[in-house]
């Protein structure tokens, strides 16, 4: 370990295979070499709950092991509370596990989560953005975070947002004015300005019009094959997983069920001789159908207010 200078100040050049944390100030700089690992990703064992209410908690995840190879598209397909948002949240060091390892090309991303954010990019269903400034402002914002001037951002994000289908005579209007397609869009652009090696994406095109979909999907694979990117996929799409990943997950009630390709998945839970689609394997593998599994989340939710009046009332002997 080095210390530099409080004055120093660089970006850091993940293609070189190494990375270097700085910053303002008396810091101490690590340096890993991450040329040798195989994985982009890897889980052990990561488990995560919540608590809910007094002695009450809800398990996201339970002891969750995977991996993302370099260069693999890797799926998570689950309905709404499986807990995918969850499992993103942990991989990009928003939120820690409760027990478990996570490995960003083999960095301990809970010793080391500032570094390991250098390595990763995150697109959510609901992403964040300065509304009052336009989609220029903020990307620009965002390259700035990574060290990326500009000089260098303007004329890479004309590039990006051509590519993906963005009309570019509304980047400068305020972000509140575009539609939610246009802003998922404009969260993928900005994932991409700093060239990630991981991209954790969590339903990026939920919600999204026929024509943004395909756009959307269209620059998923794009990015891979452009910019050498791991990426993990989360959706409920099970058309969009087969048709995107070398792999899928499936997760149910915070459990990975199982995970190999489409046709590895459908031979493992085919009857009969006969190949069943990804919806069939689905049920196979966890009981329900992605529909059904989803309803019984709405219900739950639509039910906690009322249980949890429920038990208050228990609680001070009215009910």
């Known amino acids: 370990m080095i210390i530099i200078s409080r004055h120093l100040y660089r970006a850091v050049?993940?293609?070189?295979?190494?990375?270097?944390?700085?910053?303002?100030?008396?810091?101490?700089?690590?340096?890993?070499?991450?040329?040798?690992?195989?994985?982009?990703?890897?889980?052990?064992?990561?488990?995560?709950?919540?608590?809910?209410?007094?002695?009450?908690?809800?398990?996201?995840?339970?002891?969750?092991?995977?991996?993302?190879?370099?260069?693999e598209v890797l799926g998570i397909l689950g309905p709404n509370g499986s807990g995918?948002?969850?499992?993103?949240r942990v991989m990009s060091t928003l939120t820690l596990p409760d027990t478990g390892s996570v490995r960003i090309f083999g960095v301990d991303a809970v010793?080391?989560?500032?570094?390991?954010?250098r390595y990763i990019n995150r697109v959510s269903v609901e992403a964040s953005f300065f509304k009052k400034m336009s989609s220029m402002e903020n990307l620009i914002f965002g390259a700035k975070l990574y060290g990326v001037t500009d000089r260098e951002s303007r004329p890479r994000i004309k590039g990006i947002l051509e590519d993906?289908?963005?009309?570019?005579?509304?980047?400068?209007?305020?972000?509140?004015h575009l539609s939610r397609g246009m802003q998922q869009k404009i969260a993928l652009a900005r994932a991409m300005l700093t060239s990630p090696m991981l991209m954790l994406l969590d339903e990026p095109t939920t919600g999204l019009d026929p024509r943004s979909k395909k756009d959307v999907q269209k620059l998923i694979r794009s990015i891979r094959q452009s910019h050498d990117s791991s990426i993990l996929l989360c959706t409920h799409d099970m058309g969009e997983a087969e048709e995107l990943c070398d792999r899928i997950g499936i997760l149910l009630n915070g459990e990975l069920i199982a995970v190999d390709t489409a046709d590895g998945l459908k031979r493992r839970y085919q009857q009969d001789g006969r190949l069943p689609s990804l919806e069939e394997v689905f049920m196979a593998a966890t009981g329900t159908s992605?529909?059904?599994?989803?309803?019984?989340?709405?219900?739950?939710?639509?039910?906690?207010?009322?249980?949890?009046?429920?038990?208050?009332?228990?609680?001070?002997?009215?009910a």
């Open 84 to 88: 995918k948002s969850t499992l993103v």
């Open 164 to 176: 993906i289908g963005f009309d570019y005579a509304r980047v400068n209007e305020p972000m509140e």
């Open 290 to 318: 992605l529909e059904d599994a989803e309803f019984a989340e709405e219900l739950k939710d639509e039910a906690k207010p009322e249980a949890a009046r429920e038990r208050e009332a228990e609680e001070v002997g009215v």
């Open 13 to 71: 050049d993940a293609g070189a295979g190494h990375l270097a944390l700085c910053g303002r100030g008396n810091y101490l700089m690590t340096t890993f070499d991450i040329a040798g690992a195989v994985n982009a990703l890897e889980l052990h064992d990561v488990s995560k709950r919540f608590k809910k209410k007094r002695n009450e908690y809800s398990d996201a995840l339970k002891g969750v092991s995977l991996t993302v190879k370099r260069g």
């Open 111 to 117: 010793e080391h989560p500032r570094v390991v954010q």
